[in-house]
């Protein structure tokens, strides 16, 4: 027997396995490599190519075309159609058809004669540089497209956004032109109203004038009538008569002083029995406000005894909001309501103070408030209610509620008889037109 060296000679199963690798790469290759079409036809005239490749029953979706003017491949997987260009064409005039199982190109030539052949013979090498140049040609092509698409929706954008602020602006200019052709119109309404009230004014006057200088001025007048009717006799029969008539009138009866002393009555308006009930209702919860105090407030142990008060608690807020410090003045009724809940006036004024800190919400709670303290409507208190109605009405319209603040306003508007709100009155005809504008809008 002969003796071996194990690796001088190889097992045969590691001999087998690089075999069988081996061949499986090159299967694997040769699956990669791309089927080169062959059975293309061209046809040439002076200035015009024509190639017709079949595309082998792929879908026209998965062929991809690259073409320079010297160079022309069309990848359609697993096959493949190249040519190096015997001549030079113009890539821009020229175009390719896709359909019906085979791809058309209409190549333009860049110098009208005829070609020997569609391909040209040169080196690898040569193929090599004209692929990578296609490829890059194509790439920034395709950059620039991108590029010009870009800018195109860019412009395309601002073109929109132009022309939406244009739009915009006019729409806003014609609300704005409505909204000075209203207030100017509210405005002239409400002028008119003042010189029709100051005309009336001034004939009240004429007419009172001329009711108290009447009865002197047609004194005269009558005695002329009637001496002109008496005077049918003689002269010194007339004159005889007024004499003896001026000597019987009487003496004139002496001065004196009468004393009247009238009912006292609380409230400013005439007494009468229909409003009797609600009267006393206003009186009784009047006294009962004035006595349901809390002075059991942890609150209250810095102030003094007359600072206990929710009266002067409220001039104190007064104070406060008349110089211009609201929060100050809303601690201040703060406190009072606790010290008393009953007092309407208090919800009234923090309800302004809300109004002038934009809490308009909390403005239209106490407004609310106040109104129902303010239960019965009576004389007595009908400027509060007036100024409660203004104050929630006010804050409806701030927060665009147009029908809870035009049901306040209504309220306003049906009282004519108190002088000192007027300026609440027209200033709320003003806001209903306005609202009423909005509304249509």
């Given at each position: 027997?002969?003796?071996?060296?194990?690796?001088?000679?190889?097992?045969?199963?590691?001999?087998?396995?690089?075999?069988?690798?081996?061949?499986?790469?090159?299967?694997?290759?040769?699956?990669?490599?791309?089927?080169?079409?062959?059975?293309?036809?061209?046809?040439?005239?002076?200035?015009?190519?024509?190639?017709?490749?079949?595309?082998?029953?792929?879908?026209?979706?998965?062929?991809?075309?690259?073409?320079t003017d010297e160079y022309l491949k069309v990848s359609f997987p697993p096959f493949l159609f190249e040519v190096f260009l015997f001549g030079s064409i113009n890539e821009e005039r020229s175009e390719a058809r896709?359909?019906?199982?085979?791809?058309?190109?209409?190549?333009?030539?860049?110098?009208?004669?005829?070609?020997?052949?569609?391909?040209?013979?040169?080196?690898?090498?040569?193929?090599?540089?004209?692929?990578?140049?296609?490829?890059?040609?194509?790439?920034?092509?395709?950059?620039?497209?991108?590029?010009?698409?870009?800018?195109?929706?860019?412009?395309?954008?601002?073109?929109?956004?132009?022309?939406?602020?244009?739009?915009?602006?006019?729409?806003?200019?014609?609300?704005?032109?409505?909204?000075?052709?209203?207030?100017?119109?509210?405005?002239?309404?409400?002028?008119?109203?003042?010189?029709?009230?100051?005309?009336?004014?001034?004939?009240?006057?004429?007419?009172?004038?001329?009711?108290?200088?009447?009865?002197?001025?047609?004194?005269?007048?009558?005695?002329?009538?009637?001496?002109?009717?008496?005077?049918?006799?003689?002269?010194?029969?007339?004159?005889?008569?007024?004499?003896?008539?001026?000597?019987?009138?009487?003496?004139?009866?002496?001065?004196?002083?009468?004393?009247?002393?009238?009912?006292?009555?609380?409230?400013?308006?005439?007494?009468?029995?229909?409003?009797?009930?609600?009267?006393?209702?206003?009186?009784?919860?009047?006294?009962?406000?004035?006595?349901?105090v809390d002075t059991d407030l942890a609150e209250l142990d810095d102030l003094r005894e007359d600072e206990r008060n929710p009266d002067w608690l409220k001039e104190k807020g007064d104070k406060l909001f008349m110089?211009?410090?609201?929060?100050?003045?809303?601690?201040?009724?703060?406190?009072?309501?606790?010290?008393?809940?009953?007092?309407?006036?208090?919800?009234?004024?923090?309800?302004?103070?809300?109004?002038?800190?934009?809490?308009?919400?909390?403005?239209?709670?106490?407004?609310?408030q106040a109104l129902e303290l303010l239960k019965p409507a009576v004389a007595a208190n009908a400027s509060a209610r007036l100024k409660a109605h203004v104050r929630r009405g006010t804050a409806f319209c701030e927060?665009?509620?147009?029908?809870?603040?035009?049901?306040?306003?209504?309220?306003?508007?049906?009282?004519?008889?108190?002088?000192?709100?007027?300026?609440?009155?027209?200033?709320?005809?003003?806001?209903?037109?306005?609202?009423?504008?909005?509304?249509?809008?």
């Amino acid at each position: 027997m002969t003796d071996r060296h194990p690796s001088i000679a190889p097992p045969l199963s590691n001999h087998r396995h690089v075999v069988a690798t081996s061949v499986y790469v090159s299967l694997r290759r040769e699956s990669e490599m791309p089927l080169i079409v062959k059975d293309h036809t061209w046809t040439q005239n002076q200035n015009t190519v024509y190639i017709s490749v079949p595309l082998k029953g792929v879908k026209p979706a998965s062929v991809h075309v690259t073409c320079t003017d010297e160079y022309l491949k069309v990848s359609f997987p697993p096959f493949l159609f190249e040519v190096f260009l015997f001549g030079s064409i113009n890539e821009e005039r020229s175009e390719a058809r896709i359909g019906n199982g085979v791809a058309v190109f209409t190549l333009q030539k860049r110098r009208n004669e005829s070609w020997e052949q569609l391909f040209t013979n040169i080196d690898k090498d040569k193929q090599k540089q004209i692929r990578e140049q296609a490829v890059l040609k194509v790439q920034q092509k395709e950059a620039e497209k991108s590029k010009a698409k870009a800018a195109r929706i860019q412009q395309e954008k601002k073109y929109a956004l132009e022309t939406m602020m244009k739009l915009e602006n006019k729409e806003r200019d014609r609300i704005q032109k409505m909204k000075d052709e209203e207030c100017a119109r509210a405005t002239a309404e409400l002028d008119f109203w003042r010189e029709t009230q100051r005309k009336t004014a001034e004939e009240k006057e004429n007419q009172q004038k001329t009711r108290g200088t009447g009865p002197q001025d047609n004194q005269p007048v009558n005695q002329k009538t009637v001496t002109l009717m008496r005077n049918t006799g003689d002269t010194t029969s007339g004159q005889r008569s007024r004499k003896q008539t001026a000597k019987d009138l009487p003496a004139p009866r002496s001065a004196g002083c009468i004393q009247i002393s009238f009912t006292p009555r609380v409230f400013p308006t005439a007494l009468r029995e229909s409003r009797v009930p609600e009267e006393e209702e206003w009186l009784k919860k009047q006294a009962e406000a004035r006595r349901a105090v809390d002075t059991d407030l942890a609150e209250l142990d810095d102030l003094r005894e007359d600072e206990r008060n929710p009266d002067w608690l409220k001039e104190k807020g007064d104070k406060l909001f008349m110089s211009g410090n609201y929060q100050a003045a809303v601690n201040a009724y703060n406190l009072a309501i606790k010290l008393n809940r009953k007092i309407p006036a208090l919800f009234s004024n923090r309800a302004a103070c809300h109004l002038k800190l934009r809490n308009l919400h909390k403005a239209i709670e106490d407004s609310s408030q106040a109104l129902e303290l303010l239960k019965p409507a009576v004389a007595a208190n009908a400027s509060a209610r007036l100024k409660a109605h203004v104050r929630r009405g006010t804050a409806f319209c701030e927060l665009e509620l147009y029908v809870e603040g035009t049901g306040s306003s209504v309220i306003l508007l049906s009282c004519k008889t108190h002088q000192p709100l007027q300026s609440y009155k027209y200033r709320v005809i003003l806001y209903r037109e306005i609202f009423a504008l909005k509304s249509l809008l």
